[in-house]
Each structure stands twice: as structure tokens, then as C-alpha cells.
């Protein structure tokens, strides 16, 4: 299985809604990332797990919150999203961070829209 | 620094050689990459080229590499219209997280 994917592939939320967006691999690798893409630009590293820890926050504000349960797991829990949050969010994995050659596996991402 | 820098548009005609242009300056980049995006889509890693390299074939894909010019190209031979993507380009910073650093993005759009 060299997939990643990623849950729902579209979610419509209010500024005072709390929503969760899921990723998962079976592919062993042991770094997962959450990137926010805005129409027209590359994505942008929001936050890096590395064994289940987190070794990278680019300065998310709090309102992002991220989780990784378990090594296949990862979790982005949303509340009190602004409209500027709209954008569409990939999760990627590796096989570990460290290595100078860092393949990155990205899932097909969650469209967000916050009203 | 990091930054990578690519021309936005390309335009060609089908069964011609596309070439996208990246320049990079974090000349301590070990590995540079091409993803490529289709519309709604996440990123799919296309070919790789390791900095001691001047030149890799894939295929229809070429990419060469100009070191000392810190200049990446990618070569699409005989280009058709599910070649129209977006692509980027995107080195390693070695600054010890190897995050990747994308460039902005070049739509290549493939006509009859």
C-alpha cells in the first residue's frame, strides 16, 4: 500500500464549528506532515511528526491543533477557523525525517471552506 | 537563504518538448525534486536528482542540473494534454528537519 489518504476530501465548516481532518499510511514511514495550499501557491509546511512527536510547528496559530495517535495516524483538529483558512490541506508521510533524501508521499487533501 | 523561484506559465503544443525552469540559492541543498499537481489533486514526487548529479532520465523526463548556476530543469519529451499540471520544483534545506521548499509553480498547459 503506498497510499496516503486523507478524510473528508471536502468540509464546510462555520467559525464557531470545532472539525477534525484525518490522514493515514501503511507505508511504515515515520514522519507525517500537514501543509495548507492556497489557490494558486505551493504548499506550505504547517507542522512535521517525527516518531509521533512533533519536531516542526511553522508558527500555526492554536486554532490548528495537530495529533498523531499512532504512527499511521494523523489527526488536524480545527476550531474557531477564520475565512482566510479556506484553502485545500495535504498531509504527506516519509520514511523518516532525518534522511538527506526525504521522498514525501502526499495525500490527495481535504478541501476546506469556512463560512 | 532559501528560496526557489520558477516561471508561472508554459504553454506548448502536443507531441513537442516542454522545459520547466527552477532556480534555487540554498546551495547546500542535497537532493532537488519535481512534484507535479493536477487540479483538485495532492502532489505526486515525479523524478529526484541528488546535487552531485549534473543530469537524470526517467523515461520522457530529463532533468538537468546546473550547480554552479544553482539552476534545475525539467525536460517532458514528446509532451501530451495529461501532461498539463501544475509543477514544482522544491529542494531539501539541510538545516537539520530536511523540510522541503517549494517553488511557486509552473502551470505547463499542453494544446493541440
Known amino acids: 500500500d503506498t497510499e496516503v489518504t486523507q478524510t473528508p476530501k471536502h468540509l464546510v465548516m462555520g467559525m464557531t464549528n470545532k472539525k477534525s481532518l484525518k490522514c493515514e499510511q501503511h507505508m511504515g514511514h515515520r514522519a507525517m506532515y500537514w501543509y495548507k495550499q492556497k489557490a494558486k501557491k505551493p504548499p506550505e509546511l504547517m507542522f512535521v511528526?517525527?516518531?509521533?512527536?512533533?519536531?516542526i510547528n511553522e508558527s500555526v496559530p492554536s486554532r490548528f491543533s495537530p495529533e498523531c495517535p499512532n504512527s499511521s495516524l494523523l489527526n488536524l483538529h480545527l476550531h474557531a477557523l477564520q475565512p482566510e483558512d479556506s484553502a485545500l490541506y495535504l498531509c504527506a508521510s516519509s520514511p523518516n525525517q532525518g534522511s538527506p533524501y526525504n521522498e514525501q508521499f502526499f495525500g490527495p487533501g481535504t478541501r476546506l471552506t469556512v463560512l | 537563504g532559501e528560496d526557489v523561484e520558477q516561471s508561472l506559465f508554459l504553454s506548448v503544443r502536443e507531441g513537442d518538448s516542454s522545459v520547466i525552469n527552477c532556480t534555487y540559492t540554498?546551495?547546500?541543498?542535497?537532493?532537488l525534486y519535481w512534484y507535479k499537481q493536477e487540479p483538485g489533486a495532492g502532489l505526486q514526487l515525479l523524478t529526484y536528482i541528488f546535487s552531485n548529479m549534473d543530469m537524470k532520465q526517467d523515461q520522457r523526463l530529463t532533468v538537468l542540473l546546473n550547480k554552479k548556476d544553482k539552476h534545475l530543469s525539467l525536460r517532458i519529451a514528446d509532451t501530451q494534454t495529461g501532461d498539463s499540471a501544475i509543477y514544482f520544483c522544491?529542494?531539501?534545506?539541510?538545516?537539520?528537519?530536511?523540510?522541503?521548499?517549494f517553488g511557486a509553480g509552473t502551470r505547463l498547459a499542453v494544446h493541440p
Open positions: 511528526y517525527s516518531y509521533e512527536k512533533l519536531s
Open positions: 522544491a529542494e531539501s534545506n539541510r538545516g537539520g528537519y530536511n523540510k522541503l521548499i
Open positions: 540554498d546551495s547546500s541543498s542535497t537532493y
